[in-house]
């Protein structure tokens, strides 16, 4: 399968004001159920460097049907309802395709 076929996703997500550590910590808990999905490559949380609030997930999977199936999984919907009560602003999550 070449790169070209992948699907690459950028999910920020931006925490209320002192909730980055617990939002992190929610955040945290998608990261091995998730690496085991099939279709999954590659999925990584990181943090803004001088943007504390911010962190975000990188992600890379087989096709957009492993990641419309990710986006349904139990995990996911569980986290997404941990998750909200947490975040300053809606999250955004947008699909790419690898150019080069």
Do not use: N
């Amino acid at each position: 399968m070449s790169q070209e076929g992948t699907v690459l996703v950028l999910a920020l997500f931006t925490a209320a004001p002192g909730k980055e550590d617990e939002l992190e910590r929610v955040l945290l808990q998608l990261i091995e159920p998730t690496r085991r999905e099939a279709g999954c490559i590659r999925y990584d949380l990181v943090r803004g460097m001088g943007r504390s609030a911010e962190l975000a997930f990188i992600e890379e999977w087989e096709t957009a049907e492993s990641l419309d199936a990710h986006a349904q999984a139990e995990h996911v919907r569980r986290i997404q309802a941990e998750a909200a009560p947490l975040l300053g602003t809606p999250a955004s999550i947008e699909r790419y395709r690898l150019i080069r």
